[in-house]
């Protein structure tokens, strides 16, 4: 049972350009959540989507920044024109009930390291 | 703002001794979970102990939860080389949806 899949695990953009970072849930999962984390820093909520709908994005940047989790395929976090600011490490979590089920516990992937020139 | 705050935020001791860490929230939580990150990689899950429960073993880890004290503590006991990473409080707020991370606290096991 293949974990929390994302890629790129690497990506290097130039200031103005645009970065797609995918996600795949584990097997079962239709919960979502996007973090973001700064070296040497803790994990910033950014987006909680399930399938089709975004639930939570009171952590996303009010613009440049969007999220989806469509009914086929990977969830996409998408950043436009982007800019040294957004260099960081982007994480997908998923769970099978959401935060309020019986565990909470989320699975994490390895995280898609984003560096803007 | 962050729910919750680690203490120390670095850590390290000789291989074979207690590793302590706590963390400190702010609100009424449903529980408290206990990640561990690897430099590099992405997060693994500890420990979780609810709102209604004070102590828990896993292994090596105990973990204690003070309600009234909003705070939280995780034990490594006999640490090893391999415990060597960064660990993560976190929280779900009541009535949200989403788990809230600390600071973490950087651990250095040296052998």
Same mark, same amino acid.
């Given at each position: ?7 790129p695990r690497h990506l290097v953009r130039r200031r103005g350009q645009e970065a797609r970072l995918?996600?795949? *849930? ?10 973001r984390q700064l070296p ?6 950014m ?14 940047p009010?613009e440049r920044f969007?999220?989806?989790? *469509?009914?086929?395929? *990977? $969830?996409?976090l998408r950043i436009q024109q982007v800019v040294r600011g957004d260099s960081a490490a982007y /994480?997908?979590? $998923? ?11 989320? /699975?994490?992937?390895?995280g898609s390291r984003l560096t803007v020139l | 703002?962050?729910?919750? %705050?680690? &203490?120390? +935020? ?6 074979? %001794?207690? =590793? ?16 561990? +990150? ?7 899950? !500890? @420990?979780? @102990?609810?709102?209604? %429960?004070? %102590? ?9 939860? &003070? ?7 995780? !034990?490594?006991? #006999?640490?090893?080389?391999? &415990?060597? =990473?960064?660990?993560?409080? #976190?929280?779900?707020?009541?009535? =949200? +949806? ?10 250095? @096991?040296?052998?």
């Amino acid at each position: 049972n293949a974990g929390v899949m994302q890629n790129p695990r690497h990506l290097v953009r130039r200031r103005g350009q645009e970065a797609r970072l995918r996600c795949s *849930p584990m097997k079962g999962h239709s919960h979502v959540y996007w973090y973001r984390q700064l070296p040497e820093e803790g994990l910033k909520f950014m987006v909680y989507l399930q399938k089709e709908n975004i639930i939570d994005e009171s952590g996303m940047p009010k613009e440049r920044f969007s999220a989806e989790f *469509p009914k086929e395929g *990977p $969830s996409i976090l998408r950043i436009q024109q982007v800019v040294r600011g957004d260099s960081a490490a982007y /994480f997908c979590a $998923s769970s099978r009930w959401g935060t309020l089920g019986d565990t909470g516990e989320l /699975f994490f992937g390895e995280g898609s390291r984003l560096t803007v020139l | 703002s962050q729910q919750g %705050e680690e &203490d120390p +935020q670095a850590l390290s001791i000789q291989e074979g %001794e207690n =590793a302590t860490m706590n963390c400190s929230y702010k609100t009424s939580i449903n529980n408290l979970q206990w990640y561990r +990150q690897n430099s590099g990689r992405g997060l693994v899950h !500890l @420990i979780l @102990i609810r709102s209604n %429960e004070r %102590e828990k073993h896993s292994g090596r880890l105990r973990v204690t939860l &003070d309600t009234s004290k909003k705070s939280s503590s995780l !034990l490594i006991t #006999a640490s090893r080389a391999a &415990d060597t =990473a960064s660990y993560f409080c #976190a929280t779900i707020i009541q009535g =949200a +949806q989403k788990l809230v991370f600390g600071q973490g606290t950087r651990l250095t @096991i040296n052998p």
